[in-house]
């Protein structure tokens, strides 16, 4: 709009009461006459109508699509933008319109972010058809959009990016029907088809184990085939280890190759009989030989294999009774000379030793409980003539006189047994015997004889006690606790014992 065009524009007798838009407010309005802030809101929005009106569809109809300049713009840009029949447009049906055309931008911006994801999925590999189809919807939109019908144009745009959006949604199903393919092509040999196919599935899902796995193995697949072939005529030739060899390095090349795998195991497995049986006839050799260590080590080492053990087994237990006879003798000759001198733990462990060659032999099972229960009296025995001074108490008492009963029950007595018994009878008969004792105090120490009670205070006083270990605990208000341990009898007795509590307690203030 030019100057000269604004200057032609006359003032509008513009009644509020009349308008449609305005009418709610007519009882508001007092003067006839509007104030001079109202002319100027109308005078803007005039201006505007009139922009609208003849500026704006100058502009709208130089694109022929929201992409693409119009080419007869583009030649006659210095052409005026005003139409004659602008004049002829509503500034409602005006803006109504760049709503529509805002709409279909939108949609269309859509579209066009379906299509950039489903281009880097390369979908003209795997849809082709139908998103040249989706594509072609998105192109009548553009003709509906250059003559300004943006409702259809909207839609056309809509229709074509539900499209690719169902694209989009059919990618995982494409996955699973391309992964089908690679596996159909790799088994029949066609590393390049499988190659191309795992390839698109791992493109169009990059966290697929299976696509991966599959694009690595179809990568070696010809490698493999030659190396599978090489090892096939090795393995007819006899050449086992060098086959293996081979074999092995196909099913390094692809790790999920089961033919590989299960020849890599036959292989191995025809090895491993030849070796059993090289190492069985050298075992004999030596048996026969009259080397029956050498032969158990030979033995030993075809249970290793892992096959026929108790083949294995069986002639090292042929062997072994040779062997364990001789040792057997040798330690029961050993056994009657500790139970002859009483030494009832070196018999049990020499049974112990026999039994280890082996455990069903019947004197070996039934000497070894006796000589165990002849070493534990022993043991009993030797820890009551070491410590007669717990004879003082009851249930210790009561215990070691079970013990030396059980020891005069035995028949035969040995002449260790004889003496130990001896000796404990003098200190269990002396035990019982009481001695007198002094304990000395200061007739204000409250004084308590551990196991025997509390004598309360007294200055000098005289207590029978049998022999063995006593504490005596005196205890005084405002003193510290004092502990005097003693020992009756075993020629330990003490003339006295004082128990006084003679070191104050100093108090200290505490916050």
């Known amino acids: 709009m030019s100057e000269k065009d604004l200057d032609k524009i006359e003032p509008v007798d513009f ?26 809101t109308l005078a803007g929005l005039m201006l505007a109508a009139l922009f609208v009106i003849f ?24 052409r005026s933008l005003v139409p004659e029949s602008a004049t002829a447009i509503s500034p409602f049906e005006v803006a109504q319109s760049a709503l529509q055309r805002k709409a279909a931008q939108d949609v269309l911006a859509e579209l066009l972010a379906r299509q950039a994801e489903l281009d880097g999925l390369n979908v003209a590999q795997w849809a082709e058809s139908d998103y040249d189809e989706a594509l072609e919807k998105a192109s009548i939109g553009d003709d509906y959009y250059r003559t300004q019908d943006f409702e259809l144009a909207r839609d056309l745009y809509a229709q074509g990016r539900d499209d690719l959006v169902l694209l989009l949604d059919s990618v995982p199903v494409v996955v699973s ?40 193995r179809s990568e070696a697949l010809e490698e493999v085939k030659g190396l599978l072939a090489q090892a096939d005529e090795l393995f007819e030739s006899g050449e086992l280890e060098l086959a293996q060899e081979v074999y092995q390095q196909a099913l390094n090349r692809d790790s999920y190759n089961d033919r590989a795998r299960a020849k890599v195991g036959e292989t191995a497995a025809l090895i491993t009989e030849n070796e059993f049986s090289k190492i069985m006839s050298r075992g004999y050799t030596l048996l026969e030989s009259g080397e029956p260590e050498l032969a158990i080590a030979a033995f030993l080492r075809a249970t290793g294999l892992g096959i026929h053990e108790e083949q294995a087994l069986a002639a090292i237990t042929q ?111 002396n035990s019982q015997i009481a001695i007198e004792i002094q304990l000395i105090s200061d007739m204000f120490t409250e004084v308590t004889l551990l196991r025997i009670g509390n004598l309360g205070k007294f200055g000098q006083q005289s207590v029978s006690l049998k022999p063995g270990r006593y504490v005596a605990v005196g205890r005084r208000a405002g003193y510290r606790e004092v502990r005097e341990e003693f020992t009756v009898g075993f020629g330990l007795t003490p003339s006295s014992v004082v128990v006084r509590c003679e070191e104050r307690v100093v108090a200290t203030n505490r916050r």
């Open 55 to 78: 500026v704006l569809p100058a502009v709208v109809t130089e694109y022929e699509s929201p992409l693409e300049r119009r080419a007869d713009n583009i030649e006659d840009q210095g």
């Open 177 to 216: 029907h391309t992964l089908i393919e690679a596996q159909l092509a790799f088994k029949s040999g066609d590393s390049e088809q499988a190659l191309a196919k795992y390839d698109l599935a791992l493109l169009l899902d990059p966290e697929s184990e299976a696509a991966a796995i599959g694009l690595q």
């Open 15 to 40: 009644d509020l009461t009349e308008s449609p838009l305005f009418s709610n407010q007519a009882a508001q309005v007092v003067s006839n006459k509007p104030s001079a802030k109202v002319l100027l």
């Open 319 to 429: 062997t072994e009774n040779e062997i364990a006879n001789a040792e057997i003798n040798q330690i029961r000759a050993i056994i009657t000379q500790a139970e002859g001198d009483e030494q009832w733990q070196l018999a049990v462990d020499e049974y112990d030793k026999v039994l280890a060659i082996d455990a069903n032999l019947l004197f070996a099972i039934n000497g070894r409980d006796y000589a165990g229960k002849r070493a534990l009296l022993d043991r009993l025995l030797v820890e009551g003539i070491d410590n007669p001074e717990r004879f003082s108490e009851d249930a210790v008492f009561e215990q070691i006189l079970d013990v030396y009963y059980t020891g005069r029950a035995i028949e035969p007595t040995g002449p260790v047994l004889f003496q130990q018994l001896d000796t404990l009878e003098g200190l269990l008969e």
